[in-house]
């Protein structure tokens, strides 16, 4: 393993130190705790708005903190969810007395400790509320699963559920809009190589020099496919397609598009798949309200990439468009 | 034969030791059908375990378990963390004020098993650490006092079991009939957890 890390216990604690330090205006770390908020927060008579999640998904999710989108983030271990006690300090310092909102991405581990939390802030008088995001359209979503997991598309329930709020959005009114957006947002990803975490010193999964894995999860979970890496074009289509399938699209529908790095996938990548992600959904008749290309929901060093694809419609447009400060989704 | 915080003490020692010399296996075991990262987790939870109990003194069981759930809830994360937090919470709220006898203690396992089952939202056979839990607490029912061999038989073999489900919770549900053959990573910690716990009442005769 080859990485600029100090110990790897500590590269969490080691990160915040240095995030913070880079956001002096913006962001405050809490005391004690791996929860980073905004320096202002809590904001009085504003819903908070609270994420977080294992660590690994840099800028995922304290580089979404900002006006018009998260209140605080808070940041677990290495793709471990965060713990109870640590979730509840977040929703501690995002209340401002209108309750906190809870945007979970769809993992056992995540939903119980969030779940836990909600519980220790309602004994305290705290009102939360909660969504969960399984925007990922290449796990099934069955009784007989935990259902589909929740990658990029999160980014934009953060987005939407956080202008929302940021306009005065009561508690009701912002969980209303977050459920329609998870409702509305589909993802699907691929990996050409694995990633590791550093207190496991060796990748989590092995992929031949010329395999790629088509439908992987952001811890590298298994996706539905691993075959012979193909061309950009193809990566494209396989991908897109499937997003496309999931739920219906109609010519003229609005869409905002995130052609999502998982890590150590250059730029220059990221561009050349959504040329053809472009020509797909315009040939589709899609309208592409807005496309964001880059690193949103990474794994680590993972190379490869995710597709997402939002249907808009008239009360989430604007919520989209509005301004957000958070250093990782300046708009 | 009755527990003594003292007992609790050593069972939560031998749990630790165990699971610090299994990290990388279970991590392994973790990373071929769920994220990785139970042997990592677990390992930091229960190191802080036993630095938590050997900083504090305890008059009683209920209290020493406390200190326990409490600790993994707030230092293991992950699925593990919340499920065996509530497991040792609710052992711990169910012998409060009591001796930790045969009787009770067999009790408070109990009341931990429906923890598991509500916190996890999940029932035997679906491949979760519930699979060690159910049977061997099914098993200690057929018996009147602590039997090392059995409580640590039990555990091995119904954590062995688990290798034939098919996975419908968690990380490894996405899996699907690929599961099959590989152990469960939290049977095999609630394994280290029991085989500890047998190893404190045989060296307590």
Known sequence: MKKIVNNPEYVVRDMLEGLIAAHPDALKQI?????????????????????GGGSGHEPAHAGYI????????????MFTSPTPDQVFEGIKAADGGAGVFLVIKNYTGDVMNFDMAAELAEAEGIEVEKVIVNDDVAVEDSSFTTGRRGIAGTIFVHKIAGAKAAAGGSLQEVKNIAEKVTANVRSMGMALTPCTVPAAGKPSFVLEDDEMEIGIGIHGEPGIERKRVTSADEIAEELTNKVLEDIEFNRGDDVALIVNGMGATPEMELYILNKKINEILLDRGLNIHKTFVGNYMTSLEMSGC???????????KPLLDAESSAPAFRI | MELTAHDIITWMKKTNDKIQSKKEYLTSLDQAIGDGDHGINMARGFNEVVVKLDDSSYESVSDALKDTAMTLMSKVGGAAGPLYGTAF??????LKGKS?????????????????????????GEKTLIDVWAP??????????????????????????????KATKGRASYLGDRSIG????????????????????????
């Open chain 1, 31 to 51: 005391p004690e705790t791996t929860v980073v908020a905004r320096k202002d927060a809590p904001l009085q008579n504003k819903v908070g708005i609270v994420s």
């Open chain 2, 182 to 205: 590989h152990l469960d990573p939290g049977s095999v910690s609630s394994f280290y957890v029991f085989e500890a716990l047998a190893e404190t009442i045989e060296g307590g005769r």
């Open chain 2, 100 to 124: 930790a006898d045969y009787t009770h203690f067999l009790n408070g396992l109990e009341e931990s098993l429906a923890g598991l089952k509500q916190r996890g939202k999940s029932q035997e």
């Open chain 2, 89 to 94: 919470l609710k052992l711990s709220t169910s």
């Open chain 1, 306 to 316: 995710s597709v997402t694809l939002l249907k808009l419609d008239e009360e989430m």
């Open chain 2, 136 to 165: 061997v607490i099914e098993k200690m029912k057929e018996s009147d006092d602590f039997d090392a061999s059995l409580l640590k038989h039990t555990a091995e073999d119904s954590m062995e079991k688990t290798k034939d489900i």
């Open chain 1, 66 to 77: 900002g006006d018009g989108m998260l209140d605080a983030a808070v940041c677990g271990e």
